[in-house]
């Protein structure tokens, strides 16, 4: 049987760092017109569903041709707006595999989506799984923003950090070191989001501010993709210049 994947992006009004990101213009178009657009032309997405919390984006969506779905704001996550747009919208659960694609990420790679698909089909037993990229500067290994990860022979995540990992001897140098990026892109298998409301907050998950880690903490292994092409994504007003030159 063929397994049916669905693209959902999470898409939140009230930013910490750049508010009504969703609808700020890029090239003329919403930043999530472009998210929608470039997941909507990926062949491997059976449906592209947009979830918000916000009636602004979702009259937008509505406005360019998109599906979208209201959640509530209370969603703490982008994976916890997900797994509620699944239990309001149960026709949306019919999917194996869901991709949490980002609303904030103008363009997605094919590659690595299929890529993410095929370490759940190739692992039944693995519950989720995303990508790394490795980091070539001393800049990046330092920024928090940019999320490390390491991982284990068998390409299963050991943690995830906003420190430099591995500790490296006492001194983090990319040039002596193999270090890893995490890029935001996630794939689930549904019945995992359909249960991710009994999993409570994490200890790691807070130290960390890292959702991925309130997975691991409760036992679900996270499959890892080593990736080299980045994703692009929007945190703040200067990223949005960076990556209109690009885009």
């Known amino acids: 049987m063929s397994t049916k994947v669905f693209a959902l992006i999470p898409a939140r009004y009230q930013s910490r760092r750049f508010p009504g990101k969703p609808l700020t213009l890029l090239h003329g178009k919403p930043l999530v017109q472009h998210c929608y657009e470039s997941a909507s032309s990926c062949a491997l997405f059976d449906r592209v569903v947009i979830a918000t919390d916000d009636q602004r984006i979702f009259d937008t969506a509505k406005g360019f041709g998109a599906e979208?779905?209201?959640?509530?704001?209370?969603?703490p996550t982008g994976t916890d707006r997900i797994a509620t747009a699944l239990q309001m919208h149960p026709d949306l659960a019919e999917a194996d595999i869901i991709v949490n694609v980002q609303g904030d990420?103008?363009?997605?790679?094919a590659t690595t989506v299929?890529?993410?698909?095929?370490?759940l089909k190739n692992d039944p037993e693995a519950q989720m799984a995303t990508a790394?990229?490795?980091?070539?500067?001393q800049e990046e290994l330092l920024d928090t923003s940019v999320v490390k990860c390491v991982f284990d022979c068998n390409g299963?995540?050991?943690?995830?950090?906003r420190a430099p990992i591995p500790y490296g001897h006492g001194t983090a140098d990319v040039r002596r070191q193999n270090y890893y990026g995490h890029v935001g892109i996630y794939a689930f298998r549904t019945q995992l989001l359909l249960k991710l409301h009994e999993l409570a907050t994490t200890p790691l998950q807070q130290a960390e501010d890292l959702e991925q880690l309130r997975m691991m903490e409760h036992g679900h292994r996270i499959k890892v993709l080593e990736v080299e092409?980045?994703?692009?994504?929007?945190d703040t007003p200067d990223d949005l210049k960076k990556v209109e030159e690009l885009v």
Request: aromatic letters at 6%.
């Open 68 to 75: 979208v779905v209201m959640t509530p704001e209370s969603c």
């Open 105 to 109: 990420e103008p363009q997605i790679s």
């Open 114 to 119: 299929s890529g993410l698909i095929e370490l």
């Open 132 to 137: 790394v990229v490795p980091l070539h500067t």
């Open 156 to 161: 299963n995540a050991l943690y995830f950090s």
């Open 229 to 234: 092409e980045r994703i692009l994504g929007v």
